[in-house]
């Protein structure tokens, strides 16, 4: 599985893109404009994750998550990149342990090699997300972790 290819249909694809990204440049053009809300709900959908959830791994509250909704706009770009980011490390573990659902499952589990922390609690910043990936890394190369 292509990861590029799971952030765009986690991302809503087509319903969600006027046309669909095809490089890092043509995400970053996307994230510095703000993703249409309609990438959040998609998200939110192909994950199964909790409003709560999805609002502290985008570094919102609940209730600015809600009012977004009501209002149709889009993201602004930090939200943009913190949703990119967190979609970018569903779509790695997903590769890693060959599927959504056992990627999924990973990540709201406590990891030894993350110290026993929980991924998707590091995810809400860029270093524990750094965090996370290096440890996927490690798993898809066959380091013990």
């Known amino acids: 599985m292509n990861a590029a290819v799971s952030i765009d249909r986690m991302l809503g694809g087509k ?23 309609r990438a959040l709900d998609s998200f939110k959908q192909a994950t199964a ?21 009501g209002t149709g706009q ?40 993350l110290g026993g922390k929980i991924p998707f609690d590091l995810m809400t910043t860029e270093a524990g997300s750094e965090q996370v990936e290096q440890l996927l890394l490690r798993i898809e190369h066959g380091v013990y972790s």
Do not use: C
């Open 74 to 113: 889009r993201l602004d770009a930090v939200t943009s990149d913190r949703l990119f980011r967190t979609a970018s490390l569903v779509a790695l573990a997903a590769e890693v342990l060959e599927s959504k659902e056992r990627g999924i499952a990973w990540l709201n589990r406590g990891q030894t090699g």
């Open 15 to 37: 319903q969600t893109f006027k046309t669909k990204p095809k490089s890092a440049f043509d995400w970053h053009a996307l994230l510095l404009i703000g993703l249409p809300l």
């Open 49 to 69: 994750l909790s409003d709560a959830r999805l609002a502290t791994l985008v570094g919102v509250s609940g209730k600015t998550l809600q009012r977004a909704r």
